[in-house]
């Protein structure tokens, strides 16, 4: 499913002077693959398109979509009696996940990026702002570690040439339950979340991954030439 050409959130604060062949969203495919893999998350991933939502008042919506959402499942990671185990004994093993995407962050975009992150992402068990390029400037790392300290949003740094190499800067600081006013609010105001939920539940339902979720790029090689394709590299 791909968003019309040229269209973008309207919402999006400004985020970089130089100019970029690529778009935000060309970067989802890049963080989806990441997260796949990436053994803190082994999460499967949805794209939230806010064109998908209720038109409402100008405003109304502002920062309420997350950009990508993920769910990780234990089926890969325990066997079928653990995971009853987990059932008998009340402990949920499935964890949610929600992340803002952006091209860059740097001093003077940060505050208002972050904050975006904390407006759309703080619903879910963890949420993470990410990121092609961020400023390595000590300052910036400062403002980043002060906002992660006081928020909980965490910060991926993505890297296009090795994809599997992209870290975790900052760590997410993880809640036991969801924030159940937001997440109706997501349900009621947009389909793709809505469609996100059905899947996830009936997953869990059946006890194995058989829903579509994004698509990712398998291997390093495969990343590249999507990124080359793409304009990142």
């Known amino acids: 499913k791909q968003a019309p050409a040229g269209q973008e959130r309207a919402d ?3 985020e970089d002077a130089r100019p ?3 778009k935000e969203r060309d970067l989802h495919m890049l963080l989806s ?3 796949r893999a990436d053994e803190h998350f082994r999460c499967q991933t949805k794209t939230i398109y806010h064109e998908s939502s209720k038109r409402g008042k100008a405003g109304k919506n502002k ?3 997350p950009d ?3 769910v990780h499942f234990p ?5 079928e009696n653990t995971i009853k185990l987990f059932d008998f004994l009340k402990v949920n093993p499935y964890k949610l996940y929600s992340f803002e995407m952006k091209i860059a962050l740097n001093l003077s975009n940060l505050r208002e990026c972050y904050f975006q992150a904390v407006s759309n992402s703080s619903w879910a068990h963890e949420g993470y702002l990410a990121a092609l390029h961020i400023s390595e400037e000590p300052e910036m790392l400062d403002e980043l570690r002060r906002l992660n300290n006081a928020f909980g949003i965490g910060v991926i740094r993505l890297d296009a040439e090795h994809f599997m190499q992209s870290e975790i800067l900052f760590s997410a600081r993880g809640r036991e339950s969801l924030d159940w006013d937001t997440v109706n609010r997501l349900v009621d105001e947009n389909r793709d979340f809505r469609t996100f939920l059905s899947d996830l539940m009936e997953d869990i339902k ?4 058989k829903s579509r979720y994004d698509d990712i790029c398998e291997d390093e090689e495969t990343a590249c030439e999507y990124c080359r ?3 990142i590299l």
Do not use: N
Request: proline share 4%; charged share 20%; hydrophobic share 45%.
């Open 12 to 14: 999006e604060p400004q």
């Open 20 to 22: 970029h062949r690529f």
């Open 33 to 35: 693959s990441f997260v």
């Open 63 to 65: 920062w309420l979509h």
């Open 68 to 70: 990508i959402v993920g």
């Open 75 to 79: 089926f890969e990671s325990y066997a």
């Open 206 to 209: 059946v006890g194995k991954v």
């Open 229 to 231: 394709k793409m304009g």
